[in-house]
Structures are given as structure tokens and as C-alpha cells.
């Protein structure tokens, strides 16, 4: 089980990224699968989640309305699109999964077993 992140960059605040996730050793069919960031001294927390078996999604609510997550089946691939981001959107971004659960509002509360290397998210005027 592989997950490899990338899209991260800097963008000024008000501006756009799209985060991608390409999996490998599984397929985007059953499990939850979600977006977490890591700010400098913070804590790791949930940004999205989503259940691959029946598309529901779960949104931290820092990310309501301003981030979207969403998946290509046939690519392997899960993506975040975050718009209007804020200087305190800056983290290191990471994808994760659980291959045992298939519940989006579980995993982002929960602490998932496999884990992505990291994208950097800087937002900076």
C-alpha cells in the first residue's frame, strides 16, 4: 500500500492549489480515504475525508465551502481542490487511508495506519 502526494507550492492568500494523491497496492472501491495537514507546532488534524465505496464526504469546518475533495477511480487518484486559502491554511498536507475502514466521517476521526509523505502548503502574500 502506497500513497504519494504532490501539488503543493506556494500561493498568495485568495489563491487556489489542487493536491493529488495517487494510491497504489489498492483500489479506490471500499475504502476512506482523506486529506490531513500539519501546521508548525500544531497538532495533525483532519481536513477531508471520503468513502471511495459510495462517495460521501466529510469536511473539517475550516474547510467547508472553501475545499472539495473527490477521487478518479480509473486513475488511482484522490485530489483536494482548496480555494480562497488563508495564511493559516499553511501545512504540510497528507494523505491517508484506512484500508479496513470505509466510513469518511470515521477516518478523518480516527488516526489512520497508512500514510503519504507530505506536500507543502504555504500560503503568503
Known amino acids: 500500500v502506497q500513497l504519494q502526494a504532490s501539488g503543493g507550492g506556494l500561493v498568495r492568500p485568495g489563491g487556489s492549489l489542487r493536491l493529488s494523491c495517487v494510491v497504489s497496492?489498492?483500489?479506490?472501491?471500499?475504502?476512506?480515504i482523506g486529506w490531513f495537514r500539519q501546521a508548525p507546532g500544531k497538532e495533525r488534524e483532519a481536513v477531508s475525508c471520503?468513502?471511495?465505496?459510495?462517495?460521501?464526504?466529510h469536511y473539517s469546518n475550516f474547510a467547508k465551502n472553501r475545499f472539495t475533495i473527490s477521487s478518479d477511480k480509473a486513475k488511482n487518484t484522490v485530489y483536494l481542490e482548496m480555494n480562497n486559502l488563508r495564511p493559516e491554511d499553511t501545512a504540510v498536507y497528507y494523505c491517508?487511508?484506512?484500508?479496513?475502514?470505509?466510513?469518511?466521517?470515521?477516518?478523518?476521526?480516527?488516526?489512520?495506519?497508512?500514510w503519504g509523505q507530505g506536500t507543502l502548503v504555504t500560503v503568503s502574500s
Open positions: 471520503l468513502s471511495t465505496w459510495n462517495d460521501i464526504t
Open positions: 497496492g489498492f483500489t479506490l472501491d471500499r475504502p476512506a
Open positions: 491517508a487511508t484506512d484500508l479496513g475502514l470505509t466510513s469518511s466521517y470515521g477516518l478523518c476521526h480516527s488516526r489512520p495506519p497508512k
